[in-house]
């Protein structure tokens, strides 16, 4: 059986258009620091504004507004420079490397969130208001483990209305949903290459021009990664050209709509997905209750089938998800749940043949246990 890889929001493959691009800036007759003055730099540096352009016309923001980073993790960390005089909001259910950089400054909060993952407004407007220190909010835009997505322009206007900074760690809604920095009022905003076809080793930060820490972030950069940069901006081209079409024709929703009908027919026990109604459709977040999940991997993993538990930066933990745990899920259901993961080369066939796998599989694992 040829392989099936599912698992798209762990990282994404490279884009061929993709591939191409980068290659030639590998090569010595295009060696050039993007920093220094002669041509061989000049010429690196005109790539790098060509791929800032790029990034900044798939989330609609100003080119000079686009920062280029080592990863989601560190553009997480990066929008949180210099802001440590004022009040945290963040959620429960959000990526470690947020919580990492949170962890740092003075006055931190959390916001909740309902059983799905998705903020609660009407909590997030009260503890607005009642802020005593000037507030800054950071939400995940799509859950990256139960696919959820964030009402961000409704979030936004009351962001606005207390004068509070926005963040949102957009790593698995950039290359998935439209995504719209001004419509939402965002001040920030981090993404990831992988997740939507470009190389892994290059994110991208969006900072609003108008935001309090603008000048500090945009004078603290490094030696750019010139190859993976180009890699991000042919992605987005690839992205703004695809996505409207993939969208337009339900192609996530498609496959979803088929794995759960063949799970349906051939689960032999209980089983939910979660996540509510309102998901990002290539994310499916699976419970089996009884069968443990890392165990089920290792069934899928004989069959070249590949999935995972989560977020990929927590899968050796031997712990349960905090977003599942912080959403209510007991230990058991957390630990086993799976994620399932569609991308821009999924095929039909491929979630069909993953749901009957799995579905014999679990099958498998009951009659031992």
């Known amino acids: 059986m040829p392989l099936i890889y599912l698992d798209h929001a762990a990282t994404a493959p490279v884009f061929p258009g993709v591939l191409d691009a980068m290659i030639p800036w590998f090569e010595s007759k295009n060696v050039g620091n993007a920093n220094s003055s002669h041509t061989q730099g000049l010429n690196a540096k005109r790539a790098i504004e060509s791929a800032r352009r790029h990034v900044a016309e798939l989330i609609n923001a100003d080119p000079e507004e686009i920062f280029f980073t080592a990863s989601g993790s560190e553009s997480n960390k990066l929008w949180t420079e210099d802001l440590q005089n004022r009040t ?26 309902d059983s799905d993952g998705v903020l609660d407004l ?8 009642h802020s005593r220190v000037r507030p800054t909010v950071s939400v995940m835009w799509v859950n990256n483990e139960l696919g959820s997505i964030n009402p961000m322009k409704e979030i936004g206007k009351i962001c606005r209305k207390y004068g509070a900074l926005l963040h949102t760690d957009g790593v698995q809604a950039v290359g998935h949903i439209p995504v719209d920095v001004k ?9 990831a290459g992988h997740k939507f076809g470009a190389p892994l080793g290059v ?3 969006y900072v609003s021009k108008y935001a309090p820490n603008y000048s500090s972030i945009a004078f603290s950069r490094g030696t750019p990664n010139v190859p993976g940069i180009v890699g991000l901006g042919m992605a987005a081209v690839d992205v ?36 509510g109604n309102n998901v990002s459709e290539n994310i499916i977040s699976l419970t089996i209750p009884g069968v443990n999940a890392e ?20 899968s050796n933990s031997g712990q349960p998800s ?47 246990h």
Not at 88 to 108: D, G
Not at 245 to 270: I, S
């Open 88 to 113: 945290f909001f963040t959620s429960k259910v959000e990526h470690n490397s947020l919580y990492n950089a949170l962890s740092k400054v003075r006055n931190y909060r959390v916001l909740k969130t």
């Open 295 to 314: 165990t089920l991997m290792m069934y899928l993993d004989k069959e070249d089938i590949y999935v995972s538990t989560g977020s990929a930066c927590n």
């Open 203 to 205: 994110g991208a930060l």
């Open 240 to 275: 703004a050209y695809m996505l409207p079409d993939l969208l337009k024709h339900d192609h996530w929703e498609v496959l979803r709509h088929m794995f759960e009908t063949t799970l349906r027919r051939w689960m032999p026990c209980d089983y939910r997905i979660n996540g």
């Open 183 to 191: 419509a939402a009022d965002l001040q920030y905003l981090s993404l």
């Open 122 to 129: 009407d909590y997030l407007e009260w503890k607005l208001k």
């Open 322 to 368: 905090h977003v599942l745990s912080n959403i209510g899920m007991s230990y058991s259901d957390a630990m086993s749940t799976i994620r399932i993961s569609t991308g821009y080369d999924t095929k039909f066939e491929d979630v069909i043949q993953a749901a009957e796998v799995i579905s014999k599989s679990v099958k498998k694992i009951k009659a031992i």
